[in-house]
């Protein structure tokens, strides 16, 4: 049984840092490109940042680039968000992603990701 269990969520005041974590487990991970979403409250899931299995291409939404960093550990099983300069409008509940492709860059589609975590919140604070 495949498991994607987040951590690392909180409330933070804006400019802070978080790190975001996601172990894996029942899957060959190596075989997966990793990525992160985000949902707002009414809004809809968008993506976040992505990494592929081969070579650990990354891929950013503009709005987090250069703020966020996606790595992944292939030791440990687990993909990790680095999030720095954080922002009122960051706050949302974080999913992590599994897709078994091999897509360079990564897919940004949520459509394309084969499994799902259950997500953990990040609270920014004015």
């Known amino acids: 049984q495949v498991q994607l269990v987040e951590s690392g969520g909180g409330l933070v005041q804006a400019g802070g840092s978080l790190r975001l974590s996601c172990a894996a487990s029942g899957l060959t991970f190596t075989s997966y490109s990793m990525g992160w979403f985000r949902q707002a409250p009414g809004k809809e899931r968008e993506f976040v940042a992505a990494?592929?299995?081969?070579?650990?291409?990354?891929l950013y939404a503009d709005s987090v680039k250069g703020r966020f960093t996606i790595s992944r550990d292939n030791a440990k099983i687990t993909v990790y968000l680095q999030m720095n300069s954080l922002k009122p409008e960051d706050t949302a509940v974080y999913y992590c992603?599994?897709?078994?492709?091999?897509?360079?860059?990564?897919?940004?589609?949520?459509?394309?990701?084969?499994?799902w975590g259950q997500g953990t919140q990040v609270t920014v604070s004015s």
């Open positions: 992603a599994a897709d078994l492709g091999r897509r360079i860059p990564p897919p940004t589609s949520q459509l394309e990701y084969d499994y």
């Open positions: 990494i592929t299995r081969d070579y650990g291409v990354t």
